[in-house]
């Protein structure tokens, strides 16, 4: 008699655009990427991540995408005022500043390395959160029309919200990935869908929304080439499928939810050398996190020297590796016992 199944089990299929340390990975998009971009970066990956801060639509993604290609350089005709900052429709509020100057500086900085990094990386990850809109209405600085990557907690009559068109959204995004692949000849793009729940719009709205993300991304799939995906949000919805995987806000996937994905994402592109490196990497890290009671006792300054014996050992195995902080941290750890 065969075993009863209680859940349904996604597994993961290892990728021939494999990840490693030399690898130069670009992140956009929604506060998932930012999840996947932390974890990223504390195994010491090489990574850019979300340039003009985090965007939920495609539209805002595309052009952002564009500001990067085009090494678009933004005006104060770009900036409007609201609650005394400056603030850009296209970027997230950690731009926004007491003055024009110091907006456009921040703004136009970010692009500018943003443009230079994507002509050198090879690994490009989008996630999309939502195929909802929100447009400028008459009423909003700078409007009608405008569609808006963040809305700064402007007053509700000043947008109004419309849902994508899967095949507009496939036809956009073909030509985004089109763009992408003659600025950088060696990208490779990986699209993700994000697993956290929009309920502004609603449940159901949420699920139109991410139909609409899932159609139009398969389809641009199906025509192109060095183009895939990952399915997060299948990993998270349908194979874990139980609110105990969500933050109390029942729409953010928690910390064990992340983790799960984060394992199936080395699954799926990272090669067995380059975790034998992460595992040591991550060692490192939590020894730089580990707070002694006693700075100066001889346990404390063995297990330091030891430490910096492992990195220094790390780097000359692997000099591509950016150890030179850690290296820089536990001799700044050692003390002289007499």
Request: proline share 4%; charged share 20%.
């Amino acid at each position: 008699m065969s075993a009863i199944k209680f859940k349904l089990t996604l597994d993961p299929k290892k990728s021939a655009m494999s990840m490693g340390y030399q690898d130069h990975l670009f992140l956009i998009g929604s506060c998932f990427t930012e999840n996947i971009g932390a974890k990223m970066k504390a195994h010491m990956f090489t990574v850019m991540e979300n340039p003009h801060g985090i965007l939920f639509n495609p539209v805002s993604v595309m052009r952002a995408m564009d500001d990067y290609i085009q090494n678009k350089k933004y005006g104060e005709q770009d900036l409007f005022e609201y609650n005394e900052l400056f603030n850009s429709w296209q970027h997230h509020t950690r731009f926004s500043d007491l003055t024009t100057t110091l907006a456009l500086e921040k703004i136009n900085a970010s692009i500018h390395d943003a443009h230079h990094y994507l002509k050198q990386a090879n690994k490009l990850i989008i996630t999309l959160g939502s195929a909802w809109l929100y447009e400028l209405t008459a009423l909003a600085p700078q409007g009608p029309g405008i569609i808006v990557a963040n809305n700064h907690k402007g007053p509700a009559n000043w947008f109004t919200k419309k849902l994508m068109d899967p095949f507009e959204l496939s036809s956009q995004l073909q030509n985004m990935v089109s763009q992408l692949q003659a600025f950088n000849i060696n990208l490779d793009i990986i699209f993700t869908i994000s697993p956290v729940r929009h309920l502004r719009e609603g449940l159901v709205e949420n699920n139109k929304s991410k139909s609409v993300l899932n159609v139009a991304v398969h389809d641009v799939i199906a025509k192109s080439s060095k183009v895939e995906y990952f399915p997060a949000y299948e990993y998270v919805i349908d194979d874990l499928r139980d609110y105990r995987f969500y933050a109390e806000d029942l729409v953010h996937p928690n910390y064990a939810a992340t983790n799960y994905v984060w394992e199936k994402w080395v699954d799926t592109y990272v090669a067995e050398d380059t975790r034998d490196i992460m595992k040591q990497v991550i060692e490192l890290q939590l020894a730089m996190q580990h707070k002694p009671f006693n700075k100066a006792s001889k346990a404390h300054q063995s297990f330091v020297r030891s430490s910096l014996v492992k990195a220094n050992a790390l780097l000359e195995q692997y000099p591509f590796l950016p150890l030179q902080q850690a290296i820089r941290f536990f001799n700044g750890e050692l003390v002289n016992i007499t």
